[in-house]
């Protein structure tokens, strides 16, 4: 078999000695077939990696058309839902269909979702890495020229394309506007796990801010929630510090939305506020919020424009895009510091 094309049905059965009519009764559980003649279409199919093409007998039945597989954590965060608008809107006009599941940021739940996918023969694998997982099971269908393209974040064990944001660069420039209207005292608030990429990133952003404005790293400033709930909390925990701190920085969006649910409560209108990702409503807020912007539609059309080059066969070295981030001034992330 060609090292650079994906395995059929007619491989594994050349590799057992048998046809690929019993190859199928084995797969499909249509008929009869020997214990031994199964046991080796099997193995055969693990040795070489074939995944039954589910799309061409959904076709033969009336099924789905071509599709495009994407992963992603989260199926009700706004940034995800902006995302595949971005890549849906990009492959329609080359009649794909795109299929989505959330992983939930669970690695096994991530890999049962791609093996789903691949059994469907999709045609462009899109994926946002859960943290901890590893994408060494995706080689053969990389070296078989499956397009697979890694968003938001990169992923592990596996050399192909990323689509990113500028998070270290765009934190940064949140937390220096914070600096330049006078707060030295900024708390960050951020996702989990800590060990998420782009919570890395935008707390080194932030670091780094700070030590270019000569301002010591203060541990006691950064928190830690996974939801609106849990950043209301911490929130809550930062303010009654002995010194607490006069701005926050908030990791992403959820994080947002809980800092400014706690200002509100506590009726703390003294507290500067940057976010990093934008909110719905947020120039309806008072004050209207400050925020690093991503693009989220246009990482989600540069990770379709990167799978479909490839699909037309771009085979270049894999690189990494990263999306640009902007810094939108409404208000929050405005207020001058109180006097000493």
């Known amino acids: 078999m060609a090292a650079n094309r994906r395995p059929t049905m007619a491989d594994v059965a050349r590799e057992v000695g048998v046809s690929a009519k019993t190859v199928s009764r084995v797969l499909n559980e249509d008929g009869y077939a020997s214990e031994q003649t199964r046991e080796q279409v099997l193995a055969a199919v693990a040795k070489l990696g074939f995944q039954p093409n589910l799309m061409a007998r959904n076709i033969r039945v009336g099924g789905p058309d071509t599709t495009v597989g994407l992963v992603i954590p989260d199926l009700a965060n706004p940034f995800f839902g902006a995302v595949a608008r971005g890549i849906e809107d990009t492959v329609r006009d080359r009649g794909l269909t795109l299929l989505m599941g959330s992983s939930a940021d669970d690695p096994d739940r991530e890999r049962a979702l791609t093996d789903k996918f691949l059994a469907r023969r999709v045609s462009i694998l899109i994926v946002v890495p859960s943290v901890g997982a590893d994408h060494t099971?995706?080689?053969?269908?990389?070296?078989?020229?499956?397009?697979?393209?890694?968003?938001?974040?990169?992923?592990?064990?596996?050399?192909?394309d990323s689509i990113v944001s500028s998070n270290r660069a765009g934190a940064q420039e949140g937390v220096a506007h914070l600096i330049a209207h006078g707060h030295r005292r900024i708390g960050f608030v951020g996702d989990l796990p800590v060990k998420l990429y782009t919570?890395?990133?935008?707390?080194?952003?932030?670091?780094?801010?700070?030590q270019e404005a000569d301002i010591p790293y203060d541990r006691s400033l950064v928190a830690n929630a996974h939801?609106?709930?849990?950043?209301?909390?911490?929130?809550?925990?930062?303010?009654?510090?002995?010194?607490?701190?006069?701005?926050?920085f908030a990791g992403n969006n959820i994080m947002a939305l809980g800092i400014i649910a706690e200002l509100a409560r506590s009726k703390r209108k003294d507290v500067a506020v940057v976010a990093f990702d934008d909110v719905?409503?947020?120039?309806?807020?008072?004050?209207?919020?400050?925020?690093?912007?991503?693009?989220?539609?246009?990482?989600?059309?540069?990770?379709?424009?990167?799978a479909l080059a490839r699909l037309d066969g771009d085979r270049s070295r894999a690189h990494t895009i990263t999306v640009p981030t902007r810094l939108i001034a409404r208000g929050s992330g405005e207020q001058p510091a109180p006097e000493p």
């Open 280 to 306: 719905s409503l947020a120039e309806a807020l008072e004050p209207a919020l400050t925020v690093v912007a991503q693009d989220p539609e246009e990482i989600g059309r540069s990770a379709a424009a990167t």
């Open 199 to 210: 919570r890395r990133e935008r707390l080194a952003g932030y670091r780094a801010a700070l």
């Open 137 to 160: 099971h995706l080689k053969s269908h990389r070296t078989a020229e499956l397009p697979i393209v890694f968003l938001d974040r990169p992923g592990v064990g596996l050399s192909t």
């Open 227 to 248: 939801d609106q709930p849990g950043a209301e909390a911490v929130t809550s925990q930062l303010l009654e510090l002995a010194d607490p701190p006069t701005a926050l």
